[in-house]
């Protein structure tokens, strides 16, 4: 996984629940990075993982919630890196639509053969959009952070729920995002 | 460890401050080295990102070309329109996650709609939708042809079908036109249609493809079906024109027969009836030359030639009746061709008729020859002349014993086909080759020695079978036998 989402967690958790409390988790964990992160490095999957469990012991909260509540954060980081296929996007479907290229930019930097999830898009209706989301990482929670930051900062409303989940042992993710 | 001594004396929270600010430092320098690496990394990654995606599009679109490249390959076998719709079906289903999948077919006559359904591997079923038909098909149909549709689950105008047949999120659906009045609905039951834009686009191309192969399949089939329309159209015409031409030989031979059989008729009734007068009159002389004495008669200066003459003309006299006989025969027949005449129809069972003829013939074949009856029971009857109708079956089965030396089967048959009595005379004789049959028909024309036959049988028949409204019909090949096909039009009361 690229850096860039561990430095982006770390800032998600000094802001959220403070400095000391990802140090602590950082402290409870025990990482082969150390905790050492760059963000245009590639890390273990199982970090980020170990990382979300441990401070959601610590805090007491899930890690669904957790990753939710770190794509919301995320999602303006993101648009401030100023990124070629983002940085003119003025709507939350465009930005759904562009997140794949994103990804895969961002993470081939680091290692052009590195593994990417598949982000495949269904548009039923001009107010629906379907993506199907396949990674091993079971990340789809912070793909619907991420929606719901984009449409905070798009002002549109959506409403998501997720009709397949890959963490409920499904073997995709089919998130539903209607406007 | 920090030279504790030489630490200045701050305060704790001071010093907080100065780390937190100091953490911040770093925090920001580790940034922009990690902007500036970022940087370097891009443009890394553009030198080679055409490479990549090169890489990765070529990948896609080789299994895009592979399943058309299949799609095409299975559209060019020679399968029947139902294999390849199973089939189309079957390999779009394995490309969305072997999703169900059912092929509809709908049938529009009239007002009246008739719709099957299908899986691919199993045979049609007829499914009553009424319902579902309005609510459902019908939008279905109005959709473009060729090209993929949807209808979400939710949508309650498929609540009944999708209940019954239908368990995912919605229905991808392709109308296919088979005939004017035939389309054919793929219907495939999925979770999502998330792809990527150069899947769907190869799910286009598939469906347009597959719609452009049934049409040039429709076409070859119309085609076939026209081309067999015209051959039997042109052999339909040529048994027409052939059926004119014998007709219009056999009218002008008929009439010439008829009119020379009218002109020998008086000749042949008085030679007839002064043969009879002459033959009493030589025996009036006869009987007055016996009453002479004897001695008288034999001083005549031609004793001998006229006792020879006495002998002889007796026997003169009756081979002349006989001949004359013949030719009265003869005059009778051809008087047959004659559509004047006028006879007396009624209702006939043809296979009594069959049955008499063959006890006339029966000592010609019991003998020698296999006969075979299969007479369909409770035939109709039609309307014609058992008299004459009794003639050709006797010519027939005369002609079948004379074409058979020494032996074989005369196999009789009568069936009812749509509106007609069709009773085929066939025999395992010598059989005909073409230029005989050409000509069977015509008066006078005999492959028989002239002591055997007149040569007017068969066109008697013929003639007869003609007052009838009945067609015969000959089909024959040497030492193969020959089948007479009679057809007699049933005459409803």
Known sequence: MKGAIFTGFAEYVEKEFGLTTWLKTLDSCELASNGEYLSTELYEDVEFKVLADTLGTIIGVDREYLFRGFGEYFFPVLMSLGLPHVKEINNLFDFMRAVDSVIHIEVQKSDPLAYTPTLLYDQPHDNVLIIRYISHRQMCHFAEGLILGAAAHFQQKAHIYQTKCLCKGDEHCLIRVEI | MPDQSRDLNIALQEKVTLLEKALTRERNAKKKLEAKLDQKAEVRLYDNKEFFDSYEKATSRQVQLQFLASLTQELLLDKNIDESFSHFAGNVAKLLDACPVVVMRINQDDENYVWSLASPSESWQTMLWQKDYELLIK???????????????????????????FFNEMLLYLIVK???????????????????????????IAAHQFGSAIKRRMTKVELAYNIRDLRNTVSELKATQQQLVHSEK??????????????????IGYITSNLDVLKDYINIYDQALSQLPTKLVEQLDNARELSFAREDVSELLDSCIIGVERV???????????????????????????????????????????IVQELSLGLPEIHGNYGQLQQVFVNLFVNAAQAMDESGELRIESNMIDNYIEVKVHDTGCGMDESVIRRLFEPFYTTKDESEGTGLGLSVSYAIVEKHNAMISVNSEPNQGCTFTLKFPIVYS
Request: glycine share 2%; charged share 30%.
């Open chain 2, 139 to 165: 939008p279905m149909l109005a959709k473009l042809e060729s090209r993929w549709h949807r209808i979400e689950r939710s949508n309650s105008t498929c609540n009944h079908m999708c209940s019954e047949l």
């Open chain 2, 178 to 204: 088979v005939t004017e009045k035939e389309r054919r609905i793929i219907l495939l039951d999925i979770s999502h249609y998330c792809y990527s834009d150069d899947f769907k686009q190869t799910l286009d």
């Open chain 2, 250 to 267: 056999m009218s002008s031979l008929g009439q010439l027969a008829a009119g020379v059989a009218h002109e020998i008729n008086n000749p």
């Open chain 2, 328 to 370: 009265t025969e003869i005059v009778a027949s051809l008087k047959t061709f004659s559509r004047k005449e006028q006879d007396e129809f009624s209702a006939v069972a043809i296979n009594d008729v069959i049955e008499s003829a063959l006890k006339i013939v029966w000592n010609k074949l019991k003998y020698d020859h296999d």
